[in-house]
């Protein structure tokens, strides 16, 4: 769904919700350039006074441009959204 609504005196404010399966994120971004790899996130355990949580591990994807390493910040929907980011900057 895309909704578009003016804002006085000279914007227009634009809404964009959809549904995109995860292979069709992965194929824009290597299309962008990216070598999309699989990627474990490891949230460790804590122990707090009344909350105590096991080890979490996270399995999910990372993309990255060539000589760069994976990490926390370069995962898949982070650079999803950047790059979707600034292709709508480019409007």
């Given at each position: 769904?895309?909704?578009?609504?003016?804002?006085?005196?000279?914007?227009?404010?634009?809404?964009?919700?959809?549904?995109?399966?995860q292979l069709d994120v992965i194929n824009f971004l290597q299309k962008k350039g990216y070598e999309v790899k699989a990627y474990t996130l490891v949230f460790p355990?804590?122990?707090?006074?009344?909350?105590?949580?096991?080890?979490?591990?996270l399995h999910t994807f990372t993309a990255t441009k060539p000589n760069e390493n994976q990490s926390e910040e370069n995962l898949f929907l982070n650079v999803f959204e950047k790059e979707i980011k600034e292709f709508l900057n480019e409007i």
């Open positions: 769904m895309i909704r578009l609504t003016p804002k006085p005196p000279d914007l227009i404010q634009m809404e964009i919700q959809m549904h995109i399966p355990a804590t122990e707090e006074m009344l909350l105590s949580e096991p080890r979490t591990e």
